[in-house]
Every structure is written in C-alpha cells, then in structure tokens.
C-alpha cells in the first residue's frame, strides 16, 4: 500500500519482458498494490508514466489489482508507448474520487492504457492525449466501466475514440458520466469496435467532434462510432 506520499521525476526502469522501460514512479508484477492520497507528477517511462502493472507468475489467489483512491495523476506524467499515467497488462485497474491525466507521444491510451481485464472508474476526472488511438482511455480485451466520471481526450494522429477507445471488449456500463472536449478522426467521445453492447446511462455529451484523417476521409461519430454491437441508451 501506498498513502499520502507524492512522486516526483521517476523515469522508469528497464522491462525485460517488454523491451522498454515501464513505470516511471510505481511498477507491480508479482503483487497487487493499492495506492491511496498520492501525487505523481513529471513521471516518465515508455510504458506508465507514472505506474505499470503487470501480471506475472505468482502464488494462486494472491490479490492483483491495481487500486487507486482519492490520488492524483498530473499532467507532466507520460509515455512515450502507452499509458500516460496508468498501463496495466492482465491486471483489473479500478479507480476511485481520483484525477487521472496522462499524455502519450507515440502510442494509445493518454491516461489509461489497460489489455485484458478491464478498467473500472468511479467518481474520477480522466483527461489525456494520445498520438494513437484512446485520447484518454484505451483498453483492449478487458471491459471498461464508467461511472459517475468525466472524460476529456484528443487522439492526433488519426487515431480514434478522443474519450474512450475499446476494442474485443464489450463495456460493463457508462453511468452518470460527462464527455467534454473530445476528439479523433473518428469517434470524438467512443470509439467501440468489435464488441457486443454498449450501455449508455443518464450521461452527457458536449463539445465533442471528429477530425478525420487523410487515409480515412471524414470523421464518423462526433460523439459515438461504434461497428459490431448493440447500442442502449438511456
């Protein structure tokens, strides 16, 4: 467990397993780790800027979410790869009351980059850029959940889902939840593809716009592109 501690200037440290360095402040691999009134600020690493979790060989049963609770990521945190300020790899991340902002130079996710198990948001303010796809929020066969969580993303580049880019994985549900000021080429706010249901509950949409791009043409979506699924809204 991490309390009230604030994490300045971590740089990350060389990954085997990925070939580049992961974490600049924080990285997990064999344990879980809860992280509870804390500042990261000016973390950098290709994976994470400011923590990378990843599951590895460890004992069965042990706890390996990454919990995040009334912190704070600022906006000097980045990647060059994925995951501006949080990147984790078959490991359930799950946020709380917390302001999450991250910026990525060369890959997806700005803030938020998860693969397998899902991401789950309560109460939080994510924001970020992204060169890829997933301006704020990417994840890749892990379903996310929103609730009560405002988002705020830009994807340059010709990427897609300014907000939230999903992809092999239907969403839990998008509750309660703001998306302002996002942007892409396609998807300003949600871009969801390959996936079954998109629920969609008491939530607004404002400012939001697609960009398009020279491969693609014209946007698709200011606020919502979504291929393969069923749409629900409330």
């Given amino acids: 467990v991490l309390r009230g501690l ?3 200037g971590g740089r990350g440290s060389f990954a085997p397993s990925r070939g ?15 992280v509870e009134n804390c500042v990261f600020e000016d973390c950098e690493a290709d994976f994470g800027g400011a923590i990378s979790a ?6 069965s049963g042990l706890d390996r979410r990454l919990v995040v609770r009334e912190s704070e990521f600022r906006a ?15 490991v359930f991340v799950q946020a709380f009351d917390s302001t999450i902002d991250g910026h990525v130079s060369g890959g997806d996710g700005g803030a938020v980059h998860v693969t397998e198990d899902g991401f789950a948001a309560t109460g939080c303010t994510v924001t970020g850029t992204a060169t890829g796809n997933g301006g704020a929020i990417f994840a890749f066969r892990g379903p996310p959940q929103l609730l009560r969580t405002s988002v705020s993303g830009v994807s340059t580049a010709g990427g897609v889902g300014g907000g939230i880019c999903v992809d092999w994985a239907s969403f839990n549900r998008i509750e309660e939840c703001r998306f302002v000021g996002c942007r892409a080429a396609s998807g300003g706010a949600i871009h969801a593809t390959r996936i079954s249901t998109l629920p969609i509950e008491r939530s607004w949409f404002e400012g939001n716009a697609t960009t398009g791009s020279p491969a693609t043409g014209p946007g698709l979506g200011g606020a919502i592109h979504s291929t393969g699924c069923l749409f629900l809204d409330d």
């Fill in 20 to 34: 580049a360095t992961a974490g600049g402040a924080v990285t997990s691999g064999r344990a879980g780790v809860t």
């Fill in 76 to 90: 000097t945190c980045r990647a060059t790869r994925g995951g501006g300020a949080i990147h984790g790899v078959d």
């Fill in 6 to 8: 604030t994490l300045r």
């Fill in 54 to 59: 990843r599951r590895e060989s460890a004992p």
